[in-house]
């Protein structure tokens, strides 16, 4: 019942909503770094990347040069929008998508390997709390998309 009662006085004391932004930017910076650093190793090795795309990764209803293409600009992209504060929760619902993608393309794989989808998991939920969190981001959103003061 103490803890309880500490809990809830904690809470309602808003300790911890100045770390929030902090918190958000740490968040951001990580798993961009994930699909950034994955989108380098694609573009380094082209050849290679639409190898993969051709003849490992299944991806439904394109064709695998295509979907190597827009994985690739994708995974470069939107990491460094997300890091900037851009479209941010546009930019993180793109690299779950692709995520979720990777996961399925590549499910008979992974499911092979259980530390690998446990990575995609652990992304994928980080992702879905960019996108459905909404906190104080240190970004430039907050600066495009001000609410408009009237007096």
Known sequence: MLAKSLL???AAANLF???APLTDLLLRLYIAKIFFMSGLTKFAD???TVMLFTDEYRVPLLSPQLAAFGGT??????PVLLVLGVFTRFSALGLFVLNL???ASYYHVLKDIPPALQDHLEWGLMLL???AIPVQRWA???LWFRP???N
Request: net charge negative; hydrophobic share 50%; no cysteine.
């Open 129 to 131: 709390v960019l996108i």
């Open 73 to 78: 600009v994708g995974e470069l992209v939107l």
């Open 148 to 150: 408009s003061q009237t």
């Open 8 to 10: 809830s006085r904690l």
């Open 101 to 103: 993608v990777a996961v």
């Open 46 to 48: 082209w050849e290679t």
């Open 140 to 142: 430039l959103d907050r």
């Open 17 to 19: 909503n100045p770390i």
